[in-house]
Nanobody
Framework: QVQLVESGGGLVQPGGSLRLSCAAS????????MGWYRQAPGKQRELVAG????????NYADSVKGRFTISRDDAKNTLYLQMNSLKPEDTAVYYC????????WGQGTQVTVAS
């Protein structure tokens, strides 16, 4: 079973930027539509960005559209999320997985947006 390891989170001020990475232990993710999810305290996990096999098409939740950019490097079995103009409401643990989420969940990476 492939392992997903998220990294790149941290504490950032409103308006700041972060780049998240998701490294997979195998190339199988290259055959899937992949996404970034987030879960804020007391809320359900939600899909915020998705990318097709090969990276030809992307989709975003309205709440992050225009601020987040998802990308993938299939040669490195890695998924990325560039997050700009961060807002306090972006505070959450961020995870990667396929959509639907067929892989075991990783531990995620905490993103905290606060002044």
């Amino acid at each position: 079973q492939v392992q997903l390891v998220e990294s790149g989170g941290g504490l950032v001020q409103p308006g700041g930027s972060l780049r998240l990475s998701c490294a997979a232990s195998g190339s199988i993710i290259n055959f899937y539509y992949m996404g970034w999810y987030r879960q804020a305290p007391g809320k359900q996990r939600e899909l915020v960005a998705g990318i097709t096999r090969g990276g030809g098409s992307t989709n975003y939740a309205d709440s992050v559209k225009g601020r987040f950019t998802i990308s993938r490097d299939d040669a490195k079995n890695t998924l990325y999320l560039q997050m700009n103009s961060l807002k306090p409401e972006d505070t959450a643990v961020y995870y990667c997985n396929a959509d639907p989420s067929v892989f075991f969940w990783g531990q995620g990476t905490q993103v905290t947006v606060a002044s």
